[in-house]
């Protein structure tokens, strides 16, 4: 099932912190986040694994509450640069490969 | 190359045709993916591989869909007798990990329009 993302979109001026949150129905293995600018493939930004390893973007951190089934991607002092769609993707506690993306939040950073 | 190459990169074909949509992953990744982005909207789950074997082919939206790789490598879409719907790019990604426990790296994807 897909995850659902909050907000839907989301208007910064640079230097502002933004939070994008992603929640699961159901339990899960792992949460991966994805920037999309227009036009481009997703690039990786971060995966959170069960049991709390987390690996990813120095300038960007993410959070997950395994118990919620939700996870947070924190961006802080915002550059023009982290304009995009930002998707959160999620595995299955069963851990069979199958990575569901959320619907995307549209993020856009303003001088 | 050094990414995830697709090809073609761009498809016009007319209602009723079959379409090929091929992705060649980097080399050694044993995940692959294909998700379908329609205009304007999220990624669409379609299939993962893990080596040449799909465990999971549940997001083929229909029967007219099919997809195979062949060892751990070229993975072809074909979408049969083509819809207006099926207008969309389609994505491929692969991962040197197993599913879920690594970063993908995307194609810059296949955009076809159905006439």
């Known amino acids: 099932q897909q995850p659902v993302q909050s907000p839907q979109a989301v208007i910064l001026r640079e230097g502002e912190d933004a939070v994008i949150n992603c929640s699961s129905s159901k339990a899960l293995y792992s949460v991966h986040w994805y920037r999309q600018k227009h036009g481009e493939a997703p690039v990786f930004l971060m995966i959170?694994?069960?049991?709390?390893e987390q690996k990813g973007h120095e300038k960007i951190s993410a959070s997950f509450n395994e118990k919620k089934q939700q996870s947070s991607l924190y961006l802080t002092a915002s550059q023009l640069s982290y304009s995009g769609t930002y998707f959160c993707g999620t595995v299955g506690s069963s851990n069979t490969g199958k990575l569901i993306f959320g619907q995307g939040t549209t993020l856009q950073v303003k001088p | 190359g050094a990414g995830v190459s697709q090809s073609p990169s761009n498809k016009v074909t007319e209602k009723g045709k079959d379409v090929e949509l091929r992705c060649d992953p980097i080399s050694g990744h044993t995940a692959l993916y294909w998700y379908r982005q329609r205009l304007g909207q999220g990624l669409e789950f379609l299939i993962y591989?893990?080596?040449?074997?799909?465990?999971?082919k549940s997001g083929l939206p229909s029967d007219r869909f099919s997809a195979e790789r062949t060892g751990e490598s070229v993975s072809t879409l074909t979408i049969q007798r083509t819809q207006q719907e099926d207008s969309a790019v389609y994505l491929c990604?692969?991962?040197?990990?197993?599913?879920?426990?690594?970063?993908?790296?995307f194609g810059e994807g296949s955009r076809l329009t159905v006439l």
């Open positions: 959170l694994l069960k049991g709390g």
């Open positions: 591989f893990q080596g040449n074997s799909a465990p999971d």
């Open positions: 990604a692969s991962s040197l990990a197993r599913g879920g426990t690594g970063e993908l790296f």
